[in-house]
Nanobody
Framework: QVYLVESGGGSVEAGGSLRLSCTAS????????MGWFRQAPGKEREGVAA???????AYADSVKGRFTISQDNAKNTLYLQMNSLKPEDTAMYYC????????????????????WGQGTQVTVSS
């Protein structure tokens, strides 16, 4: 059983920064992809950033240059550093994992990811 627990959300003003963390337990797969998704009220869930077990990364165009995904394998933790936050970044952010990593993991299609955390809220005020 894989468990994903997110933390680090909160409320910030536009231009501020937050770092989200996702701690994984029960994860022993050699091939996987992990990613961050978000869902704002009334909108569909969208992929924000993802990476595979080789360290390759992918980002949504809307966050390129502002967000950075990284992982600490020793701590079984995935991070999302979010800088220059905008009000449109306001959403519930979810950590997700797929094993093995699908060939199209970089497209960040939510149905390809089978394990999900409970989410952490990010609110950016103008």
């Amino acid at each position: 059983q894989v468990y994903l627990v997110e933390s680090g959300g909160g409320s910030v003003e536009a231009g501020g920064s937050l770092r989200l963390s996702c701690t994984a337990s029960g994860y022993t797969y050699s091939s996987y992809s992990m990613g961050w998704f978000r869902q704002a009220p009334g909108k569909e869930r969208e992929g924000v950033a993802a990476m595979d077990s080789e360290g390759e990364t992918a980002y949504a165009d809307s966050v390129k240059g502002r967000f950075t995904i990284s992982q600490d394998n020793a701590k079984n933790t995935l991070y999302l550093q979010m800088n220059s936050l905008k009000p449109e970044d306001t959403a519930m952010y979810y950590c997700a994992a797929a094993h093995p990593a699908p060939l199209t993991w970089y497209l960040m299609i939510s149905v390809d990811f089978g394990d999900w955390g409970q989410g952490t809220q990010v609110t950016v005020s103008s």
